[in-house]
């Protein structure tokens, strides 16, 4: 059977083949590259040691005199502050950890709060400029999700508009506001809790769930329960994060393997008068890239999902 639905948080087009789920597919590798595999790589521009190789840094986490995490200027910046530009911002690169050979997959729970930290004061720093609009915070972990050196990094850079991704979103919790006399996110995280079958994890503070219709398959959200802005997020909230982030990434290593995913934060506009601040919650999709998209995605903006969102949550469930 074949359905239409509508991915709730972003109002995208989705049509539900539950039976293409038993298509062939090729299994994803479970292992990583045995060169990759090290420590320390010489070649490599992020890695402790080979500093010559990278531009400016902008903010550093030290342990026993020894970065362990840090923000650098990107080198080839999707935008810059020239002055000849007609649009301006900032891009940094964060370097998640200065092992070449750590991951998502990896990580301990000190490392993610680390990174966590180094996020959030990237993001308060970039909003300082109040040109920017937006503040975009991402993470593409292998070629297959876009990532283009080995070593694990983020990217977070500002703009000087709201994207339209984000401006779909906050035009559906307005329009829901204004219907309903509610946010939409505490309704969604009232539904979700009742209707359990769709939550991975739940404590005061965070809502991890699989919405029940989603743009890209296996979308898994880490919502946050209160209208903070990304960058006012109290340190022991961004424990709390990282304990999440960790054993998400255990039950996702666990179901796929080493499996490319991307990952990104969905957070209130900057600077700007009307930000949403009580009917829009911060949120981190992440994405893995084993259902992937093609030509009838690109074609038509429409996506096409083939499994429960269920049967993926019954899967990652931790507690
Ligand atoms: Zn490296
Ligand atoms: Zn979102």
Redesign the pocket.
């Known amino acids: 059977m074949k359905e239409l639905g509508i991915d709730t948080l972003n109002n995208s087009k989705v049509i539900i083949a539950r039976d293409r789920k038993d298509r062939p597919m090729d299994e994803i590798k479970k292992e990583i590259n045995k060169e990759d595999n090290e420590e320390?790589?010489k070649e490599?521009?992020?890695?402790r040691g080979?500093e010559e190789q990278i531009t400016e840094e902008t903010y550093v986490i030290k342990k026993n005199t020894q970065w362990i995490v840090k923000s650098v200027k990107n080198k080839y910046p999707i935008i810059d502050n020239n002055p000849l530009n007609e649009i301006k911002g900032e891009h940094d690169v964060i370097i998640d950890t200065y092992k070449?050979n750590g991951n998502f997959y990896n990580m301990n729970e000190e490392e993610f709060y680390n990174l966590l930290l180094v996020y959030k004061k990237r993001f308060k720093d970039f909003k300082e400029d109040e040109n920017t609009k937006y503040i975009c915070l991402f993470k593409n972990y292998l070629r297959d999700a876009g990532a283009s050196l080995?070593?694990p990094h983020s990217q977070i850079l500002s703009l000087p508009f709201i994207p339209p991704n984000l401006e779909e979103e906050y035009k559906v919790c307005d329009g829901f506001y204004k219907k309903m006399g509610i946010n939409m996110y505490k309704y969604i995280i009232q539904e979700e809790i009742k209707y359990e079958k769709r939550l991975i994890y739940n404590d005061v503070d965070f809502l991890v769930f699989v919405p029940q219709v989603c743009r890209f398959t296996g979308d898994t959200v880490i919502l946050f329960k209160d209208n903070l802005y990304f960058y006012e997020v109290e340190d022991n909230k961004l424990k709390k994060l990282s304990f999440i982030l960790k054993k998400l990434f255990d039950k996702i290593y666990e179901e796929n393997g080493n499996c490319p995913f991307n990952l990104y934060i969905h957070a209130h506009p900057v600077n700007e008068e009307n930000d949403y601040r009580d009917i829009y919650n911060v949120h981190i999709h992440i994405v893995p890239r084993k259902f992937n998209f093609g030509g009838f995605e690109l074609s038509t903006g429409m996506y096409v999902s083939s499994i429960k969102s269920e049967d993926i949550a019954k899967k990652l469930k931790f507690d």
Request: glycine share 0%; net charge neutral; charged share 0%.
């Open positions: 320390y790589n490599c521009p992020f890695c080979n070449h080995m070593h």
